[in-house]
């Protein structure tokens, strides 16, 4: 069964994408090709899913500047590279810069395939990802102030009583308010209100003996 | 002895002009001395005559060899002397030949019109005969003559004088002298002044006498010439021989070839082998025998020039290079092709050291080919690479395809189609290679410099993008051909493309801009190889110059051999800096540095 997603395919050889078509269509995937990099950042839509097929050796704009261009802009499209002689500083680079795989012209195949399903799987957990992140962000922007705060110092690994000791209030208030904290949040325990707050990338509060 | 004097040297210089011809002097002499000698004998026959019938018969006949004397002395001093006036001559010859008509039809003869009787005279202590009778008085005509005759010789002697050829002068001035001698005799004789008998021949001895010493001196300064001219021929044969020339020499009318001993050895002759020109043509190289042979026969004709280089075979199976010049020389006389004078040298050391020249060259510019390819290998081994990998996936999508149930054939055929294509395509990027490596002979062809433009971008293509070229083409619609040989002229597209890359390394990508036009203007096709590069040093023309290099690496010998090739094509190559750097961004990053331009004549 073929992943999910559109295989995008990029490379100024027609006759190369043709061939690619057919192996990925015969496949069942989904397929887009371009056979200029300028074509492909004029029809691609940022949020769609997908990988990039993306040959390297390109006039005007190459495999590996696209691949800056696209990281700039945020997109977050895996990219399986293919080249004609790839070197090894380069396929370095290329994975570096968040590249799924790079591979080497002739492209066998089982190996291209296994690359592309690889490539969209990272592609639908990082949409799953994002819907996950966006959900908690939704989720924590109806916490009030305090609880907030009470957050902070709970993910910090602090204690009720020490809590309530720095924020100033009773270890009774610091209880009720964590429990609200946890309903809002849609979290069973402490450790998934942890992971929430990294995905979000709270701030710990600043620590006394600092100051 | 008058007679056999004369005789004799009649004889000598009857045998002298009948092996030249040309000779007329000699002729005209031996005339005389016959008729002095008959002159003689008749002068004798009347000093004995017994009847004054018989006397008037000597006397008759002795007019004959008088008219040739005159004639022949005018014609002697018209032809060897080269003096005296021609309407005096003639004159003197029409009334002298009048002078002997008359004598055979007025009278007993031009003296007399009737001898009357004998009378004996004393004559070196003999007694002879004289003749006594009527007076001819048309004698007076062959006095006029002899007067004229007379005039004339004197004046010739005079005129040779004036010349200032004295020798000749004096020959003439005796002549002239004893011709007088002789009339005044003849006056005084037959005026009957003197008793004395008639007796002309003694004085025309002397005549005769200075006529062969002139002549003699002829056939001796003759023999001398030729002793001369035997030993400047030896001088310059042996100068011919110092400076390593055979000369050789053709007379048409005998049809008989002469030739030194170098030229003998230097045509193919061994020693003691007869000369002819078949012969020598025989000994030319088969291939070059045809065109020898025409040029000499149309040098011959047209008495013109004549120089070709030809090959002679050698019994070890090498072969000489001659080259030979000759000129045809016509006949003084005639104007007519008569001599054909050669001059050969043996060039083979020449033409050795220009064949192992010719491969030299040809080595080095293969070798900078070499050099130039291994530049593209990359750009090369990737074309060969891009069809290879096209095919091995559109296999291998045709196998899915035929796997599915029911399988796509339709789709499968046309992947078949692909493969065939794709396939060509790597087998030509594999001849176009081997065309380029392989190691021969340049050959001009026809050819469309477009072609040649499109075939060196085709092998540059993926350099080209790998260094992040962006390349233009302005390529001139229906340019004429060149004569060309391909390979070299793409190496040389290809030398200017990789100099061009090289000068733009340094660039950011967005402004690394090649372009390639080409145009016409008349009987001229030009390629222009324009860069954003670095621009060029303030003398230009140095990067043609061997060994000049800009890189590390690099052997300096590109751009020579490049300039090289196109002199060789009859054509220019040459650089054209556009003063501003190319490094500037934005509208004018497009805007060339340096452009090398490549002019060939097209075909005609």
Redesign the interface.
């Known amino acids: 069964m073929p992943a999910e997603g559109t295989v995008f395919l990029l490379d100024?050889?027609p006759?190369?994408v043709?061939?690619?078509t057919?192996?990925l269509k015969?496949?069942g995937y989904a397929v887009r090709a371009f056979t200029s990099a300028k074509a492909f950042l004029e029809s691609y839509q940022p949020q769609a899913l997908g990988c990039l097929v993306l040959d390297v050796?390109?006039?005007?704009i190459?495999g590996m500047e696209l691949q800056r261009r696209l990281t700039r802009s945020g997109a977050l499209l895996p990219i399986v590279f293919l080249t004609?002689?790839g070197d090894i500083p380069m396929s370095v680079q290329a994975i570096k810069a968040g590249a799924e795989d790079f591979l080497t012209?002739?492209?066998?195949?089982a190996d291209?395939l296994r690359a592309v399903r690889a490539a969209l799987q990272r592609a639908a957990l990082q949409c799953e990802l994002i819907a996950e992140t966006a959900l908690l962000q939704r989720r924590h922007s109806t916490l009030t102030v305090r609880e907030r705060e009470v957050m902070a110092h709970i993910v910090a690994g602090e204690l009720n009583k020490v809590a309530a000791a720095r924020l100033g209030v009773g270890e009774h208030t610091i209880k009720v308010h964590r429990a609200r904290v946890m309903e809002k949040m849609g979290v069973e325990s402490l450790a998934d209100l942890v992971r929430a707050a990294e995905r979000l990338g709270l701030e710990t509060p600043a620590d006394p003996n600092e100051d | 002895m008058v007679a056999s004097a004369c005789l004799t040297l009649a004889a000598i210089h009857l045998l002298i002009w009948s092996m030249n011809r040309a000779a007329w002097a000699n002729l005209l002499f031996s005339l005389s001395a016959l008729a002095t000698a008959a002159l003689a004998g008749c002068e004798y026959w009347m000093m004995r005559a017994q009847t004054p019938a018989e006397y008037a018969t000597a006397l008759r006949w002795h007019h004959i060899p008088i008219w040739v004397i005159f004639v022949t002395t005018v014609g002697f001093v018209l032809v060897h002397l080269r003096a005296g006036r021609r309407w005096l001559a003639w004159t003197v010859c029409a009334l002298r030949t009048l002078s002997l008509l008359l004598n055979f039809t007025v009278g007993q003869s031009l003296q007399y019109l009737e001898i009357t009787h004998l009378r004996s005279i004393r004559f070196l202590g003999e007694s002879v005969s004289g003749a006594v009778g009527v007076r001819n008085p048309l004698l007076l005509i062959g006095q006029v003559s002899a007067l004229l005759w007379l005039v004339f010789l004197a004046d010739a002697a005079a005129a040779v004088w004036r010349r200032g050829e004295r020798r000749q002068a004096a020959v003439g001035g005796t002549i002239a002298f004893f011709a007088l001698a002789t009339t005044v005799q003849a006056v005084l004789v037959f005026g009957q002044v003197i008793a004395a008998p008639f007796a002309a021949s003694p004085f025309f001895l002397a005549v005769i006498a200075a006529m062969g010493y002139e002549l003699t001196r002829e056939v001796l300064r003759t023999a001398q010439l030729s002793v001369s001219l035997r030993e400047s021929e030896e001088r310059m044969t042996l100068a011919a021989d110092a400076a390593g020339f055979g000369i050789w020499m053709w007379e048409s009318a005998r049809n008989r070839l002469w030739a030194s001993e170098r030229g003998r050895h230097q045509l193919g002759f061994t020693s003691g082998e007869p000369l002819s020109i078949p012969a020598m043509l025989q000994h030319i190289h088969p291939d070059d025998r045809e065109a020898v042979h025409r040029g000499l026969k149309l040098a011959g004709e047209a008495m013109g020039e004549w120089r070709a280089e030809y090959r002679v075979p050698l019994p070890d199976g090498t072969y000489r290079w001659i080259v030979a010049r000759s000129r045809m020389y016509p006949d003084a006389a005639s104007g007519m092709p008569a001599r054909m004078l050669g001059v050969t040298v043996d060039i083979t050391a020449r033409k050795t050291a220009e064949q192992a020249l010719e491969m030299q060259r040809d080595e080095l510019v293969h070798l900078a080919r070499i050099t130039t390819l291994n530049e593209f290998s990359?750009s090369l081994?990737?074309e060969l690479?891009?069809?290879?990998?096209?095919?091995?996936?559109?296999a291998?999508?045709?196998q899915?395809?035929l796997a599915?149930t029911p399988p796509?054939l339709a789709?499968a055929r046309d992947?078949l189609a692909?493969i065939v294509s794709?396939d060509q395509r790597a087998g030509e990027v594999i001849r176009r290679l081997r065309s380029l490596l392989k190691h021969g002979q340049s050959q001009l062809l026809p050819l469309s410099v477009n072609t040649i433009v499109e075939d060196a971008l085709r092998i540059a293509h993926?350099e080209?993008?790998?260094r992040?070229i962006?390349?233009h083409t302005a390529l001139a619609a229906s340019a004429p051909k060149i004569a060309g040989d391909r390979i070299q002229l793409q190496q040389v597209l290809l030398n200017l493309i990789l100099n061009a890359c090289e000068a733009m390394a340094a660039n950011p990508p967005a402004s690394r801009h090649l372009t390639l036009a080409s145009a016409h203007n008349g009987g001229i096709i030009r390629i222009s190889v324009s860069d954003t590069g670095c621009g060029l040093p303030s003398d230009a023309e140095s990067i043609f110059k061997p060994f000049y290099t800009t890189r590390k690496d690099g052997l300096g010998l590109g751009l020579s051999i490049c300039r090289s090739i196109v002199t060789a094509h009859h054509g220019r190559l040459w650089a054209e800096a556009h003063g501003a750097a190319g490094h500037s961004l934005g509208a004018a990053a497009a805007r060339p540095a340096a452009t090398l331009h490549l002019e060939l004549p097209a075909v005609t």
């Open positions: 100024d050889e006759g190369m043709k061939a690619l057919r192996l015969a496949e050796a390109m006039p005007e190459d004609g002689h012209k002739p492209v066998n195949d291209l | 990359n081994a990737h690479n891009q069809p290879l990998a096209i095919i091995l996936t559109n291998q999508a045709a899915r395809l599915q796509d789709e992947i692909d794709e993926s080209l993008i790998g992040g962006t390349v």
